[in-house]
């Protein structure tokens, strides 16, 4: 089967507070990239579409699947790792309380920066791999959309290709970007990646 994996638009954030990721919004130029994705998902026809249920990803299915008669499914599966206990609270306080660690957090990078009580790096693949097993019995035979973050993206990339790219930033999907995987029975295998929405074919 046929997954395209659509990263949402970027987000209203203003680069000085962690967020509230289930309420983050899609930011002005988000918007009008979800927008320009609509032809690439029309070209696709995608039979099923399925959306992580943060805000950003949820408007982004809802504007990219728009030309196309099928219903956005919210999956719980599909969350970028995040911590929720860091929300509201600015760069500076979070530096402060836990030190060079939450450097590479703040600028982008989870992978190696770990809270007790949040949901861990390992946990959050298994998660993402848990729902890319079950794809083919709970969808097989259907074109899927896919839309998602850049985490459980590189996490896909990372089983495809068979290696583990903790803390490697060199697969990143830009923002509105599809990388196009094929489910088998024997796994996961990447067909394209980081494609703009004038790449995406039939």
Same mark, same amino acid.
């Given at each position: *089967?046929? +997954? &395209? ?6 987000? /209203?954030? #203003? ?8 309420? *983050? ?9 979800? +927008?320009?994705?609509? /032809?690439? %998902?029309? !070209? ?8 992580? #249920?943060?805000?950003?990803?949820? /408007?982004? $299915?809802?504007? $990219? @699947? ?5 219903? %956005?499914?919210?999956?719980?599966? &599909?969350? =970028? ?20 660690? @939450?450097? &590479?957090?703040? #600028? ?10 949040? =949901? ?9 791999? @848990?729902? @890319? ?23 896909? %990339? ?15 999907? !830009?923002? $509105? ?11 996961? $295998?990447? #067909?394209? *990646? ?5 790449? %995406? &074919?039939?």
């Amino acid at each position: *089967m046929e +997954v &395209l994996f659509l990263r949402h638009g970027h987000p /209203e954030f #203003d680069g000085r507070t962690y967020p509230d990721h289930f309420a *983050m919004p899609l930011s002005e130029r988000g918007r009008l990239e979800a +927008v320009h994705c609509v /032809e690439a %998902v029309e !070209r696709f026809a995608p039979n099923a579409v399925l959306s992580s #249920d943060f805000r950003r990803a949820q /408007e982004t $299915a809802v504007i $990219a @699947a728009s030309g196309v008669d099928v219903s %956005v499914q919210l999956r719980a599966e &599909l969350r =970028e790792r995040v911590f929720y206990s860091l929300a509201g609270k600015s760069f500076g306080t979070i530096l402060s309380e836990h030190g060079p660690s @939450a450097k &590479l957090l703040l #600028d982008g990078n989870s992978d190696n920066f770990d809270l007790p009580g949040e =949901e861990t790096y390992a946990h959050a693949k298994q998660r993402v791999f @848990a729902f @890319a097993a079950n794809l083919r019995e709970n969808f097989g035979g259907l074109r899927l959309l896919v839309v998602s973050h850049g985490g459980p993206h590189a996490w896909l %990339v990372g089983a495809s290709l068979g290696v583990d790219l903790r803390g490697v930033r060199s697969f990143n999907l !830009r923002t $509105a970007h599809f990388s196009r995987f094929m489910v088998t029975e024997r796994g996961v $295998a990447l #067909d394209a *990646m980081n494609l703009p929405p004038e790449g %995406v &074919l039939h």
